[in-house]
């Protein structure tokens, strides 16, 4: 149990690493022709998932916040066994990546990990040409990705998407992957640019087919890794509703799907300034309700339903079915929070509208051991009447472990 008491926002912080970019990052160093340096890194549990499976596929890896990966020599063995811990990113790229490493393959998981449905990426797989021999935990399947002509559904995630655009340069055939449905489109942005960053070629047609030439070769390189704009949210909205806040380590041209909380903050009525690289962000002069679109950025709604929450009127969230396979079921997680803190919502098919009224009341949250319910939580004491008790605080290892020291700088 954590208690949060009220607070505003102030000062300096220098923003996390970007698990979404470390991830994919970690995954294209291991299967590079040599060795990359990777400048900036932070542990987190999900970063030390993804470590831990390239070091079990053969890399070498060294330093702390500088990583220098080595990666091995590629050579199928008749079976592969990982553990993902509770990543669901690492579970799905590397369930694609790891067919170039052997020709059986067993992924186990770990906490909320478990409670996730495999459907959807079970039947990537198959489509992929793989066969599935247990489809719950630990997965199994055996096979080789066809290349040709592969068929993904795009709904529930395009972390499968990300996988197999990872793995399909070093196939030895051309590649076309045809999408329907695609979401959370700014994450293949990301995939897309950081692959051509390790020096390969690949074709997306409006989102819907991506070519791949075959046979082609990852590069080894130094990068710097990005700050986090998931984790960043946080600081941002905190700041448009109580105070103001310099963020550093944030890339303005960023791919990441979540730097969409600046456009939100500003309908919001907050200031916001760049200045020589840092972001500043302050306390909105009006409290304007807002529409938000989900369906690229679930994970901004836990935050984003605290923003409603210090609104003066109605605030609309549609594509609320991106939520209920996260960490929690985050729809329900939040609603319980809205209705603990004393800010009246309503929902119908795929929407939620919640209510401002500028203030919450505070009170005992239960985080579901959700990283995104406990840190929205926390920055929802900036318009709290009273002490905000959080269930489990130590779920922001998931993602970001210093979000409570950073706040107490």
């Known amino acids: 149990m954590r208690t949060i008491k009220p607070f505003k926002y102030t000062g300096q912080i220098r923003v996390n690493s970007s698990k979404s970019h470390v991830q994919r990052l970690l995954a294209l160093s291991l299967l590079s022709n040599n060795r990359t340096i990777l400048k900036g890194y932070q542990s987190c549990e999900d970063n030390e998932a ?85 489809s719950n935990f630990p997965l199994e399947f055996s096979g080789e990705i066809n290349g040709g002509s592969i068929h993904l559904d795009g709904s529930e995630s395009s972390q499968m998407l990300t996988g197999l655009l990872i793995a399909s340069p070093l196939l030895p055939t051309d590649t076309t992957i045809f999408v329907s449905n695609l979401t959370s489109k700014p994450y293949i942005d990301l995939t897309i640019q950081l692959m051509q960053e390790f020096g390969v070629s690949i074709v997306n047609d409006g989102y819907k087919t991506f070519m791949i030439k075959g046979n082609q070769h990852y590069i080894g390189r130094e990068i710097d890794i990005e700050g986090d704009w998931s984790g960043a949210a946080n600081h941002v909205i905190g700041a448009a509703i109580s105070g103001e806040i310099k963020l550093s380590g944030l890339k303005i041209d960023s791919n990441q799907a979540d730097k969409i909380c600046l456009d939100i903050v500003k309908l919001f009525g907050a200031s916001v300034t760049w200045k020589k690289g840092d972001l500043i962000i302050e306390k909105a002069r009006s409290t304007n309700p807002f529409n938000v679109d989900l369906t690229d950025n679930p994970d901004l709604f836990p935050i984003l339903a605290i923003l409603a929450c210090a609104a003066t009127g109605t605030s609309v969230f549609t594509g609320t079915d991106r939520l209920l396979h996260k960490e929690s079921n985050r729809l329900k997680t939040v609603e319980e929070m809205l209705s603990v803190f004393g800010v009246s919502y309503s929902t119908r098919e795929d929407t939620i509208e919640i209510h401002g009224k500028g203030q919450i009341d505070g009170g005992l949250i239960n985080t579901y051991n959700d990283h995104r319910i406990a840190m929205a939580a926390t920055v929802a004491a900036c318009i709290s009447t009273n002490d905000i008790l959080l269930t489990s605080p130590h779920c922001i290892d998931k993602s970001y472990p210093k979000f409570f020291s950073d706040l107490e700088q």
């Open 50 to 134: 993804c470590l831990s499976v390239i070091q079990q596929l053969g890399a070498e890896v060294t330093g702390n916040e500088r990583l220098t990966i080595q990666p091995p020599i590629r050579k199928k063995k008749e079976s592969v066994n990982l553990s993902v811990n509770e990543s669901g990113l690492c579970l799905r790229m590397f369930a694609f990546i790891s067919t170039l490493f052997g020709e059986k393959i067993t992924l186990s998981g770990s906490g909320t990990l478990l409670n996730r449905p495999l459907i959807f990426l079970e039947n990537d797989l198959k489509n992929s040409g793989l066969n599935i021999k247990n």
